[in-house]
């Protein structure tokens, strides 16, 4: 069964565009219900991250999404000093199947004191090429921590 990327990817050392797996060096058409979003990471499915059922593991999709969002946490907040404080309600809209490439969008949406809270939305690439399906999408919480593991205030990184 073919995939649909998603959208139109331009791969490395081309002046087109493709829709094929490829060394992808960036979009030219980002669907509209990514708009303002950040793409924080790729993840491929594969049988060790299934569950019983055949569908991605819920677990396992939520470790994918702290471990891309962390890294972009850390980025935006200018320490790698963080921790993960809340994951808000996670709602799992369709299983991912064996074989999808996972892509985990962000957006920051609240920036405290000592914190950020990012919205994220988790799609992978299903028919219609430029219309994504949602997978999950979930809000998480980051706090930077001082030297002694304490909240702490913290300044804008890239």
Same mark, same amino acid.
């Given at each position: 069964?073919?995939?649909a990327w998603p959208w139109s990817l331009r791969v490395c050392?081309?002046?087109?565009?493709?829709?094929?797996?490829?060394?992808?060096c960036g979009m030219t058409n980002k669907p509209e219900k990514l708009k303002g979003y950040q793409l924080a990471g790729r993840k491929? *499915?594969?049988?060790p991250d299934l569950n019983f059922t055949g569908r991605l593991f819920g677990g396992q999709l939520m470790s994918w999404i702290d471990e891309v969002l962390a890294a972009a946490a850390m980025n935006l907040m200018g320490t790698k000093n963080i921790v993960?404080?809340?994951f808000g309600e996670i709602v799992f809209d369709a299983p991912g199947l064996l074989g999808d490439v996972v892509e985990i969008w962000y957006r920051p949406v609240k920036e405290g004191v000592t914190s950020l809270s990012m919205d994220c939305?988790? *799609?992978v690439g299903r028919g219609e090429p430029s219309m994504p399906e949602q997978i999950s999408s979930s809000t998480v919480v980051y706090v930077a921590l001082d030297d002694e593991g304490l909240p702490s205030p913290w300044s804008k990184g890239d």
């Open positions: 069964m073919k995939r050392g081309t002046s087109g565009t493709e829709e094929k797996p490829g060394a992808v491929i *499915v594969m049988y993960t404080k809340k939305r988790v *799609v």
